[in-house]
């Protein structure tokens, strides 16, 4: 196996580590003493340090192994979570994502950097070191659950059986099983370890990059059975692994409990130290004679507040999830062969069909029949592969929290970060490219939105800001709102703004919806001064280029004093659209439905040119561009006459434009091919499908047309 | 045989295992110093319990030199006797 490879399998490791571990991290600043979060970033940076001496970053694997020693202090209570505990592991997982994914090992300011964390861990594991405040007082339900660990730690222990058998390859993908196993043994004493060596050939035919063995474990741990799962997280879906909690077996004198998948309320809550067994007992015994829900009498009993009973729900849920997660990784790559081979099996259907009704016999009807039948099929193939690549926007989300957090502390502006709709699913290639446009719109919430903690107070406000990232299915599309309760968008800035950019007249009436379009100029910002992060006049109109390359739109709310909101609509998928064909001279092209508004024959009065703005079209008290496809593509058309052809309106962000079209053929669902750029550099046509009779038709992208049209 | 690598692996086991096999064949003694060694990964240790199982039956002996507790754990682990 080359080293290629491995460090190629380690970097994609590397990146998904380090995305997880920066949302985790600022996640433990918000709750300082939930355990759960303090094990997963140890796990994290457990793993980061085995792979990087895989790959041969020797400096990272050293680093990393002094940054576990740190979190292994944390984790056994050593050192409490302070903020400048965050700031150094924040700072050191940048120095690790920088010496792996920009500078490089062995720069002198990399190595600068090093010995000043370093110098900073040290101080932080002197026993007499922290006299800092914990971050934030623990809540009672966290102090109680730490010490109900350490009083109960002696009958905590639970005894697992782990069984891994890895596949031959595993190393192709640079993982070290050992590792794993090393990691699994850190969760307690192995009181039984049968290693199976009866795979490994003798010394002369053994092939050294490929595994062989595998493990049958007993390990005395106090973790729980979905931490000691965990261990495996990366690597349970290709491989045989199985964990068994065993403790009926090995401590008969403890009551026995068959191996639980999915966690009871009471359970989690008496756990983490929440009630006690005899409010367990209690509530469980109401529950059976009340029939009421077990958080309820819990909250109605005073053994634990709502949000103690909240905070269990969603900690099973996420346990729930975990035990559900059978996931297999697959490169989106093949998952584009297979739609793009599947396009080739419905152009063979649609031959087949055809030949079929030109057949007037009995086989033909059956073949008719036949090829029904499969074209329902292949249907529903397709959606099930589109499916496929649809991804929860949760991750995405989550990777912000490091982002509003470093902006909020560099303004010195105190900010929550609320999340909804984490489970809301989207394109795979959507969601990638929405990553930017989502930055600029935070950073300028709290940049420009969000007011200082004082001005809030004054106004009767939170002194901490929030903002609000949400993501929620609508009518076949997706919705991603940005939303702030800052001070709103000052429209008369707005206005004075335009005035002097001669976008409106100082006598004109704008309307708030026109004022706030503005924004997405290119070259407009209200920011009284520039500062680092936002006010050049750079931004919303990138973010609003960005979001119609989607096939997206954008649009700005406000309201003075109560804060803005920023809604995206986006498809939700890339890779098939509707459109709508349409036929000029002997081609056919393809408008995407979702920017049409309406299809008319103008009459001959409608069609006028106008100084400045070239031929348009009357359309509902308005004159629109109207732009000939013809012209666009150099073809022959049908009709040259306006008033003999159609004109489509279409619409792309605020701007309409009338299409001149020779024909209307119908509306159908359209899976796109990519088109090279050798075969075409036109910003007019965005890809290119094949129709049922084999035949290309080129799908026009109105965005890009629009933009031609006004470049031109 | 002298180990230098501090982190010795599955991007140095195929060299590896290509020396210790020739000196192997050689027949002299099997001493393998890992003094700068500080982890190993599972190809390692397979390739190390295979020459120490057909030293055994072979009636010869394999000495490992220098081995550091970390990497003495990562053998215990894979239950190579040490």
Known sequence: MGDNEIRQAFLTEAKEII????????????????????????????????????????????????????LDAVRGGKIEVTDSLIDLILDSMDWIRDSIFTEGEGDAAMNERKSILLGKVGEFKKPDASVEKPLKSEDAAKARAAAHEKED???????????????EKIFEFGIDPLMVMEDLASHGPIIKNIVDKQNLPEFEGIDPEKCYLSWDIIIKSKSALNQINDVFIFVKDENKITVEDVTSQYMSEEKLHAPVYEKKLGEIMLESGIISENELDEAIALQNVEGKRFGDIIVNKGFASEEEVEHAIKEQAILKKKVENTTVRVDTV???????????????????????????????????????????????????????????????????????????????????FVLEGEETELDKTVIERIDDPLKHMIRNSIDHGIEQPEERVKAGKDPAGTITLKAYHQEGNVFIEVNDDGKGIDE?????????????????????????????????????????????????????TNIESLRGSVEIRSEKGRGSSVKIKLPLTLAIIDGMLTKTGNNTYIIPLLSVMETIRPAREDIKTIEGKGEVVSYRGEYLSLIRLYEIFNIKPRYENPWEALVVIVESGRTKVGLLIDDMIGQQQIVIKSLDNYITQSRAVSGASILGDGKVALIIDIFGLMEDVVSA | MIIEEEIFGIKHVRKFYGNLKEEYKSGIELIIDFKSVKRVDLSIVQVLTAVVRMARKDGRVVKFKSLSEDVKNQMILCGLKI
């Open chain 1, 153 to 167: 730690a002696a009958n905590k222990y639970k005894y697992y059986r782990v069984r891994a058998s890895f596949i």
């Open chain 1, 334 to 416: 093949r998952l584009d062969n297979i739609l793009n081979l599947l396009g080739e099996i419905v152009i063979g259907q649609s031959s087949l069909s055809r030949i079929a009704h030109e057949m007037e016999n009995d086989y033909g009807t059956q073949l008719k029949n036949i090829i029904y039948g499969l074209d329902r099929t292949t249907r529903e193939f397709q959606e099930q592969i589109m499916s496929i690549r649809m991804i929860p926007i949760g991750p995405t989300f989550n990777q912000f929290r490091r982002f509003v957090r470093d902006i909020a502390h560099s303004l010195h502006k105190e900010m929550k």
């Open chain 1, 19 to 70: 995305e997880n571990l920066e949302s985790d991290i600022v996640q433990l600043e918000e709750n300082a003493g939930d355990r759960e979060i303090i094990n997963r970033i140890f796990r994290y940076f457990h793993t980061l340090k085995g792979s990087s001496g895989i790959a041969g970053f020797t400096e990272v694997y050293e680093f990393s192994h002094k940054i576990e020693n740190l």
């Open chain 1, 492 to 544: 008369e800035r707005v206005r004075e703004k335009a005035i002097s950019m001669n976008l409106i007249k100082p006598d004109e009436e704008a309307s708030r919806e026109k004022l706030l379009s503005f924004l997405f100029m290119p070259g407009f910002s209200t920011a009284k001064k520039v500062g680092d992060l936002s006010g050049r006049g750079v931004g919303m109109d990138v973010v609003k």
